[in-house]
């Protein structure tokens, strides 16, 4: 990957422009991570970069950024800048191009993600993001109150990089956060999710957690069960925050929380409630509730049936046996069997089901 991004760097420091690689991709690099995108920042304008490359794509513009895809893989290239003028404590309403690497480089929120690899894979640290990264620290490039205050979604990405690298937010940067915090109260719902779900989907998410709750975020965030969370997946802690009224989920996410918290009221070792809800509803579940999840799994794989195509009785079977038209009866009694037959009442046998059916008949 990065030797891909060498090649696409030669290409433009080949017509005379500056050319780096710069932020996450090096951040991760260094910390022998593992990078899905990478950023360019350059000297040249989008227009000089879709001369350059003609299947370029402009994506944004205004903000001087250019999308090129080589062998699957997504590169940023965007142009020097600086930016003024912040509204709503997130979006610069002035921006505007320079040739200036250092100067682009003190636009950015953290050192650490000010680091840059150029065109001979040489590290360029011009603002100790290398000191800071060796110190597993979050600061903020220049003054935090000011940073904080240009775009409040820079308080929930400080959160996500301390919890997913597990590093520790700068004295001044907290701060900051604590002084500006009502400002996430701008920031979109969407915007919010998107960084509170991969501080959730963190391996190390009870940091993030415990950052938040510190930090007094919880109220600004309408997020006030934090105190409850005690699981790290992030489906089970939005179930446990309540938050379906007021931020955005997919239909999949929300039918699984519904089901999480209707489930909690529940036996999670009961064999009905593991085949009606599945597995990963219940574990969850019972690691809310401290249940070991061994025992869940183990009772789930003895089940003797796990969906209603694996009963050997058909619908068409119930029919004459009732000798009447199909209605709602055939999932009453769909549910009786499911039910007799996790709880070892009955055999999943065709003559025996039929005998049951017979039976419950009269």
């Given at each position: 990957?990065?030797?891909?991004?060498?090649?696409?760097?030669?290409?433009?420091?080949?017509k005379?422009?500056?050319?780096?690689?710069?932020?996450?991709?090096?951040?991760d690099?260094?910390?022998?991570?593992?990078?899905?995108?990478?950023?360019?920042?350059?000297?040249?304008?989008?227009?000089?970069?879709?001369?350059?490359?003609?299947?370029?794509?402009?994506?944004?513009?205004?903000?001087?950024?250019?999308?090129?895809?080589?062998?699957?893989?997504?590169?940023?290239?965007?142009?020097?800048?600086?930016?003024?003028?912040?509204?709503?404590?997130?979006?610069?309403?002035?921006?505007?191009?320079?040739?200036?690497?250092?100067?682009?480089?003190?636009?950015?929120?953290?050192t650490?993600?000010?680091?840059?690899?150029?065109?001979?894979?040489?590290?360029?640290?011009?603002?100790?993001?290398?000191?800071?990264?060796?110190?597993?620290?979050?600061?903020?490039?220049?003054?935090?109150?000011?940073?904080?205050?240009?775009d409040?979604?820079?308080?929930?990405?400080?959160?996500?990089?301390?919890?997913?690298?597990?590093?520790?937010?700068?004295?001044?940067?907290k701060?900051?956060?604590?002084?500006?915090?009502?400002?996430?109260?701008?920031?979109?719902?969407?915007?919010?999710?998107?960084?509170?779900?991969?501080?959730?989907?963190?391996?190390?998410?009870?940091?993030?957690?415990?950052?938040?709750?510190e930090?007094?975020?919880?109220?600004?965030?309408?997020?006030?069960?934090?105190?409850?969370?005690n699981?790290?997946?992030?489906?089970?802690?939005?179930?446990?925050?309540?938050?379906?009224?007021?931020?955005?989920?997919?239909?999949?996410?929300?039918?699984?929380?519904?089901?999480?918290?209707?489930?909690?009221?529940?036996?999670?070792?009961?064999?009905?409630?593991?085949?009606?809800?599945?597995?990963?509803v219940?574990?969850?579940?019972?690691?809310?509730?401290?249940?070991?999840?061994?025992?869940?799994?183990?009772?789930?794989?003895?089940?003797?049936?796990?969906?209603?195509?694996?009963?050997?009785?058909?619908?068409?079977?119930?029919?004459?046996?009732?000798?009447?038209?199909?209605?709602?009866?055939?999932?009453?009694?769909?549910?009786?069997?499911?039910?007799?037959?996790?709880?070892?009442?009955?055999?999943?046998?065709?003559?025996?089901?039929?005998?049951?059916?017979?039976?419950?008949?009269?």
């Amino acid at each position: 990957m990065l030797n891909n991004a060498i090649e696409i760097l030669k290409e433009i420091t080949s017509k005379g422009y500056q050319a780096y690689i710069v932020g996450g991709f090096v951040r991760d690099y260094l910390l022998n991570f593992e990078s899905k995108d990478i950023d360019i920042s350059t000297d040249a304008s989008p227009r000089q970069i879709k001369e350059l490359f003609e299947d370029a794509i402009i994506s944004n513009q205004e903000y001087g950024s250019v999308t090129l895809y080589r062998n699957s893989l997504r590169y940023e290239i965007t142009t020097f800048r600086i930016e003024k003028n912040y509204i709503n404590h997130r979006t610069p309403t002035q921006i505007e191009y320079i040739k200036d690497l250092i100067s682009d480089l003190k636009r950015r929120d953290f050192t650490i993600n000010t680091l840059c690899i150029d065109e001979n894979k040489n590290v360029i640290d011009k603002l100790n993001g290398k000191e800071d990264l060796n110190n597993k620290i979050i600061r903020c490039v220049g003054d935090a109150q000011e940073k904080i205050s240009e775009d409040s979604l820079r308080i929930l990405r400080a959160i996500r990089f301390a919890t997913i690298l597990d590093f520790k937010l700068d004295d001044e940067l907290k701060k900051a956060i604590i002084n500006n915090k009502e400002s996430l109260k701008l920031l979109s719902y969407n915007r919010k999710k998107e960084e509170l779900d991969k501080i959730f989907a963190s391996s190390n998410s009870n940091k993030g957690v415990q950052l938040l709750i510190e930090l007094g975020l919880d109220k600004e965030l309408e997020i006030n069960n934090l105190n409850k969370v005690n699981i790290n997946n992030p489906i089970g802690i939005w179930a446990i925050l309540d938050v379906c009224d007021i931020y955005p989920f997919t239909r999949l996410e929300k039918d699984q929380i519904e089901n999480i918290q209707k489930v909690l009221k529940y036996d999670n070792k009961d064999p009905y409630i593991l085949y009606k809800y599945g597995l990963y509803v219940n574990t969850i579940c019972a690691t809310i509730k401290s249940i070991d999840t061994h025992i869940i799994n183990e009772i789930y794989e003895n089940m003797p049936i796990h969906s209603r195509k694996e009963i050997n009785i058909e619908p068409i079977d119930i029919i004459r046996i009732f000798d009447k038209k199909p209605g709602k009866y055939i999932k009453d009694i769909y549910t009786k069997i499911e039910k007799n037959i996790l709880h070892n009442r009955l055999n999943n046998k065709k003559c025996d089901i039929i005998k049951y059916i017979e039976n419950i008949k009269e």
